[in-house]
């Protein structure tokens, strides 16, 4: 006998097991995140099917685990082909499950942290709401520090009083060695800032942050990589924007290009970072801080373009979203960065990179050739230190030959 579920799927045989009474319910969770009727017809078959499973080996509903998918994949691999999004379908139901409150979530055990790994853990804390850096910040500082306890206190109990100088010039030594010298820097960085965290926490009195050595690196060694104007007008013109993906990519680059976000910025934009009375947008930048610009009106009229007639319906309050199920925000810098990459390919541009930064970049180096003072690329860039500006001086390749001493014995 056929049954028909929340009026989107046919099956074959009337529901059993303990999810029959939530399939209808499961189809609409899917069909609000935007998926296909064909994806949605599968995962709700594919969880009526794991449903008459779960009767059929006696599993009541609050007995329902994690481990439950998996063995039900197994034996279903033995009868028909598996497919390659089952195991996601599944976790889509339980998931769904778990927020309507029809089973129960699960109980993570944690682990208990060794002595060495509590030092790293507090520290991670006070970076983020103490000092409130960026969350790649945190994820690069954090590993530095617990590899230099490691090597200092190994399984023992961890003293920061007994530290000295010794150890953290023999710990630079050692690590700077197999370090890229970016990466070098960042480790003595990280290093200066948790043993300046110990002494303001009274765990050492040494001011040992100042024998952390500096390791030789060239400041600013190599030229911003840079896209060219005509390069971005060669992109622009090359998005379709008749489509919905087209609005949102012509809008992402149009920001990238004009106002030279970072690509984490544009994806982290929310509806109301925009003051549609004033033109303005507030962006939240590096260390939680915000950014407050006005919005070009080309900006402006691209990203309307993009609300009105290609954003899918959302509860989400982010400003672009992914236009595949489940639609829902970016997670991060690399859906931004993909746009980018993808676009660029499209279009046939030999860039010089394929990520988002070169706009940055570009847009910095154009403005110093219109003129443009290094204060005024820094406030646009929302840099923090002058000196994190100053790179672009390299870029100004007139000006830096008006400097430059006549070679010795004429032109060469």
Sequence with gaps: MKCVINNQVVLSQTPEGPFAAYLGLFAGYLSARGYALSSIHRQVLLAACFSRWLKQQGVELHRITSDHPPRYLRYRARQVKPCLGDTAALRHLIDFLRGEDVIPAEKVSVSRLTAVERYPQAYEQHLREARALAEATILNYVPFILSF????????????????????????????????????????????????????????????????????????????????????????????????????????????????????????????????????????????????MPLPHEVGKAIAAYLRNGRPSSNSRRIFLRAKAPIRGFRGASGVGSIVRHSLKRAGINAPTYGAHQFRHGLATEMLRQGASLGEIGDVLGHRHPQTTKIYTKVDLEALRTLALPWPGGER
Aim: hydrophobic share 45%; glycine share 6%.
């Design 149 to 292: 306890l490691q090597g200092c206190f190994g399984d023992g109990p961890v003293a920061l009083s007994r530290l000295c100088a010794r150890d953290v010039v023999m710990f630079v030594q050692r690590q700077a060695r197999r370090l890229h010298p970016k990466r070098a820097k960042l480790m003595t960085s990280a290093l200066r800032s948790f043993l300046t965290y110990a002494r303001y926490r009274g765990e050492i009195t040494l001011d040992l942050a100042a024998a952390v050595p500096v390791v030789a690196n060239w400041s600013m060694p190599s030229i911003p990589r840079a896209i060219s104007v005509d390069h971005v007008h060669q992109l622009l013109t090359s998005i379709d924007r008749r489509t919905a993906m087209g609005l949102r990519d012509y809008a992402i680059l149009l920001l990238l290009a004009r106002l030279g976000l970072r690509a984490g910025e544009v994806a982290f934009l929310e509806l109301n970072d925009i003051d549609w009375n004033t033109g303005a947008l507030s962006v939240r930048g590096k260390s939680g801080l915000r950014n407050d």
